[in-house]
C-alpha cells in the first residue's frame, strides 16, 4: 500500500505553519508568501475577464494563445528565444510544471542532482517520479557558490538532470554567469538536462542588473527547462500560475503530462498572468524596493544578534537562511522535536519566542545548523520577531 | 469616479491624439488581427529603421481606445491608478510640442469588442493597414464571426485610396477583406500564388532561428531569423511587403 508515497513527507515549512497555528501570536517567518496582495492592475483584468464571460472553459492545455504570445515577448526583451506556438506552456503553478518536466524528461530510477539547501518541494517531486535525488552542497564560505568538481564527482550514468533554483531558496543568494557556465559545460559532457526554476528572478537588490539565464544560451536550448512563476513577482501565490518554456522537442514531451495533470492551467489565472504581464512592471519595482528594505532591516536585526547567528547577506528572493553559531541553547524540553540543531532551534524559538521559522535541515542535509527567515512579511512583523528573538537571547 | 473619469480621459487623450497627427503628419501603417500583431508590428518597425526611416512603434500593449492616443503621443500610462494619470495628463498636453516626431507611425489595433475598430479608425487614418490572421481568439465578446470579420472590414474599407492593404493570405476570412478595400491588395502567406504575393517558401530551424524563404515577383530571397516559429516567417513576409510599398 502507498508505495509511491510512503516516502514523500509533507512539506516541513508547512509542518512548520502547522505547529505554529497553536499559537494565536505568533508572529510567522516561515511560510515564503509575499505581505502584499496582487496589484489592482491584475485585478481588473480579471474582473474584465469575467465581465466578458471568457473564463468558465478550458483553454488550450498549453494556455490562452495571448498569454503565450505576451510571454514571448517579455521572454524576448530578456534575450531568450521561444516559439509560442511550441515551446511555451502555463502551469498550474511552477511546481506542477517541475512535476510535468520531470516526469517527461526522466524514467524511474533516473538521477537527478540538486544543489542544496535549495527549496524543500524538489525532493519529493523527484522521488514522485521515481527518481533519487542526489543532493550536492553549495559552498556557504564562497556565499552559497556552486563547487562544480562536486558536481562532476556526482554525476553517475544514471543522473539525468541538474536541477536548481535561481536565484536560490533559502539562500538569498544568486550563481554567478560564470558558475552557470560551469554548470552548462557538465552538462554538455554528460549529456544531462538543466532545469532553471527562476521564480525569484524580479528581485534583485544590490546590482540592479538582470540575471543571467541559460535558457539565453541558444546552444543550450535543447538541454534546459526554464521555470517563471507569477507567485512571487506579482504577489500571486494563491492564483497557481507560471509557465515553462524549452525546445520545442522537449515541450511537446511535458505538454503530455501536464495535460494528463490538469488539462490547463485555471483560466481566471491566466487572465491575471496577461494583467501581470501587461501592466505589473510598476509593482515589481515597488516589491524589489519594499523587500530590499526589509532585506536591510532583518540583516539590521541579525547583526544585532551576532552571539546567535551568523549569515551571508542575500541578494535576492526575500529570506536569509543564517547559522545557528551555538548548539546549547536552552529551550526546556521540546514535544515531537526531531533530534537536530535546527529543528530543535526553531521549535524553540516557536515555543519561547512564539516566532517561526523553518529548520534548515528541511532544505537539505547542507541546510542543518541553519534556519530560514522570510522577510516577505512586514517591517513591522519583522521587528516584533526580533524584539521576541532579542528577549530571548539578549543583544 | 471611474465612470465619469474614463469617458472624460479617453476624449481627452483623443483630441491630443488627433491634433498631434494633423501638426506633424506622420505616415500612419496599421497592424491589426486576433494574433501575432506584436511581432508584424515589430517586423515593419525594424525593416523602416533599417531602411533609415525615422519611425516609431507603439510599446506593449499600447493599442486600445486609451493605449492608442498615448502611443500616438508617446507616453507612458497611469493604469488603473488616478495619482498616476495625473502627471499623464499633464504630458499629453505638452506632448503637443515635440521634438523629432517621426516620419512613420506603426500601430498595433487592438480589437476586442465590436465598434472598437470604428473608434480606433476615429483617431488614425491609416497609409497601410496590415491584417495578420483572424481566429475565434476574442470570439466570444461578438455575436457571431460576422461580426469579428465585420471590425476588419472596416479597417479595409478606411485605409487610404493611395495606401495598402496588406492581407494574410492564407486566412479565408482575411482573404475576403479584398473585396472591401479600396485601396491595392499584397497578400502574404504560405499558400500564396500570384506574382506580387509574398510567399513563404521555405522554413528551416536552425540551432540560433529560422532561415526563411521568401518568394516575391519571381525572386526568392533567404533570410536569417534569430527567432523561432512560423509565426515570425508570416512577421517578416508582412514587413517585407510594407517596406517594398514604402520604399519604391
Known amino acids: 500500500m502507498f508505495e509511491r508515497t510512503k516516502n514523500l513527507r509533507l512539506s516541513v515549512i508547512k509542518q512548520m505553519e502547522l505547529r505554529a497555528s497553536r499559537f494565536p501570536d505568533v508572529i510567522s517567518l516561515a511560510q515564503g508568501v509575499p505581505s502584499f496582495d496582487t496589484p489592482e492592475c491584475i485585478k481588473r483584468r480579471v474582473e474584465l475577464a469575467l465581465k466578458n464571460g471568457v473564463v468558465a472553459k478550458y483553454s488550450l492545455s498549453p494556455g490562452l494563445s495571448e498569454l503565450r504570445e505576451l510571454i514571448e515577448t517579455k521572454l524576448a526583451e530578456d534575450g531568450m528565444f521561444y516559439d509560442f506556438e511550441k515551446e511555451i506552456i502555463v502551469t498550474a503553478g511552477s511546481i506542477e510544471g517541475i512535476t510535468a518536466t520531470l516526469f517527461a524528461i526522466t524514467n524511474p530510477g533516473d538521477e537527478v542532482i540538486i544543489p542544496e539547501p535549495t527549496y524543500t518541494s524538489y525532493r519529493e517531486v523527484i522521488l514522485l517520479a521515481g527518481c533519487q535525488p542526489v543532493f550536492v552542497s553549495l559552498d556557504e564560505e564562497k556565499g552559497w557558490a556552486f563547487e562544480l568538481e562536486k558536481y562532476e564527482a556526482a554525476i553517475t550514468e544514471k543522473t539525468k538532470a541538474i536541477f536548481y533554483c535561481n536565484p536560490n531558496n533559502p539562500t538569498g543568494t544568486i550563481y554567478s554567469k560564470e558558475q552557470l557556465m560551469g554548470l552548462a559545460k557538465l552538462a554538455e559532457k554528460h549529456n544531462l538536462y538543466l532545469i532553471s526554476d527562476e521564480v525569484y528572478k524580479d528581485f534583485i537588490f544590490d546590482s540592479g542588473e538582470k540575471i543571467f539565464s541559460l535558457a539565453q544560451l541558444p546552444e543550450l536550448r535543447k538541454r534546459v527547462i526554464r521555470l517563471f512563476s507569477f507567485s512571487k513577482s506579482f504577489a500571486m501565490t494563491g492564483w497557481r500560475v507560471a509557465y515553462l518554456h524549452a525546445d520545442e522537442s522537449i515541450a511537446r514531451e511535458i505538454l503530455k503530462v501536464h495535460d494528463s495533470l490538469v488539462t490547463c492551467a485555471p483560466v481566471i489565472s491566466q487572465y491575471a498572468a496577461m494583467g501581470a504581464l501587461e501592466m505589473g512592471d510598476k509593482d515589481i519595482e515597488f516589491f524589489n524596493h519594499e523587500y530590499k528594505k526589509r532585506r536591510d532591516l532583518i540583516c539590521c536585526r541579525l547583526d544585532k544578534l551576532s552571539h546567535v547567528f551568523s549569515y551571508v547577506k542575500p541578494t535576492s528572493a526575500y529570506y536569509v537562511f543564517p547559522r545557528i553559531l551555538k548548539n546549547d541553547f536552552d529551550f526546556g524540553e521540546l514535544k515531537d522535536c526531531p533530534d537536530s540543531l535546527s529543528w530543535r532551534f526553531a521549535i524553540g524559538i516557536l515555543e519561547r519566542a512564539q516566532v517561526a521559522t523553518v529548520p534548515g535541515v528541511a532544505f537539505g542535509p547542507g541546510g542543518e545548523g541553519h534556519i530560514r527567515m522570510s522577510f516577505g512579511r512586514s517591517e513591522k512583523d519583522i521587528n516584533r520577531a526580533f524584539d521576541r528573538m532579542e528577549k530571548i537571547f539578549g543583544t | ?248
Open chain 2, 1 to 248: 469616479m471611474k465612470l465619469i473619469f474614463k469617458p472624460i480621459l479617453k476624449y481627452y487623450l483623443k483630441l491630443i491624439a488627433k491634433l498631434v497627427l494633423v501638426i506633424y503628419r506622420p505616415k500612419i501603417i496599421v497592424v491589426a488581427g486576433s494574433v501575432n500583431k506584436t511581432f508584424v508590428r515589430d517586423e515593419i518597425r525594424r525593416a523602416l529603421e533599417k531602411a533609415g526611416k525615422s519611425v516609431r512603434a507603439n510599446p506593449r500593449n499600447f493599442n486600445t481606445e486609451i493605449g492608442l492616443p498615448l502611443a500616438i503621443l508617446n507616453i507612458s500610462s497611469g493604469y488603473g491608478s488616478y495619482r498616476e494619470w495625473r502627471p499623464v495628463i499633464g504630458k499629453a498636453f505638452r506632448a503637443i510640442w515635440q521634438k523629432n516626431y517621426p516620419d512613420y507611425l506603426v500601430l498595433e489595433l487592438g480589437v476586442s469588442s465590436a465598434g472598437d475598430m470604428r473608434y480606433l479608425l476615429s483617431i488614425v487614418a491609416p497609409e497601410i493597414s496590415v491584417v495578420t490572421d483572424i481566429t475565434q481568439r476574442y470570439l466570444e465578446s461578438f455575436p457571431s464571426m460576422n461580426d469579428l470579420v465585420a471590425e476588419y472590414i472596416y479597417l479595409a474599407k478606411k485605409t487610404k485610396k493611395n495606401g495598402a492593404v496588406i492581407l494574410n493570405g492564407d486566412n479565408l476570412r482575411v482573404k475576403e477583406l479584398t473585396k472591401k478595400a479600396i485601396a491595392p491588395v499584397q497578400y502574404f502567406g504560405e499558400t500564396c500564388e500570384k506574382e506580387d504575393d509574398w510567399r513563404i517558401v521555405g522554413i528551416e530551424r536552425t540551432g540560433v532561428g529560422q532561415v526563411v524563404e521568401i518568394r516575391h515577383k519571381e525572386k526568392t530571397e533567404t533570410f536569417d531569423v534569430p527567432r523561432f516559429g512560423r509565426h515570425h516567417a508570416f512577421a517578416l513576409a508582412a514587413a517585407l511587403a510594407v517596406d517594398t510599398i514604402i520604399n519604391k
